[in-house]
Nanobody, 121 residues
Framework: QVQLVESGGGLVQPGGSLRLSCRVSGSVIRINDMGWYRQAPGKERELVAVISSGGSSNYADSVNGRFTISRDNTKKTVYLQMNSLKPDDTAVYYC???????????????WGKGTLVTVSS
């Protein structure tokens, strides 16, 4: 069974850093775009950053210059390095990946269960 397994959330002070990881567990033949979304209390889920299989990345304006997304295709893992964290970054962060499981089926979206990031003094 294919799953996205996230790790790295926690409590950090404003100005601090955290690194999130998300590993694809199970057998896949191709991983297309991978990304991170977040959902703060009372708000809708929003895109934070996305990275293509070739390494091209895009960021939400609110995190551009502070967050860096990267991936290691050999480890089937995507990372989100978060620096200069602000209280407004507090949210549940979800990993997303477009996975192709067989040669006959198209890629489908998979989601992790989410990891909580709390930025507070």
């Amino acid at each position: 069974q294919v799953q996205l397994v996230e790790s790295g959330g926690g409590l950090v002070q404003p100005g601090g850093s955290l690194r999130l990881s998300c590993r694809v567990s199970g057998s896949v033949i191709r991983i297309n775009d991978m990304g991170w979304y977040r959902q703060a209390p009372g708000k809708e889920r929003e895109l934070v950053a996305v990275i293509s299989s070739g390494g091209s990345s895009n960021y939400a304006d609110s995190v551009n210059g502070r967050f860096t997304i990267s991936r290691d295709n050999t480890k089937k893992t995507v990372y989100l390095q978060m620096n200069s964290l602000k209280p407004d970054d507090t949210a549940v962060y979800y990993c997303n990946a477009a996975l192709r499981l067989t040669f006959v089926a198209p890629a489908m979206d998979y989601w992790g269960k989410g990891t909580l990031v709390t930025v507070s003094s």
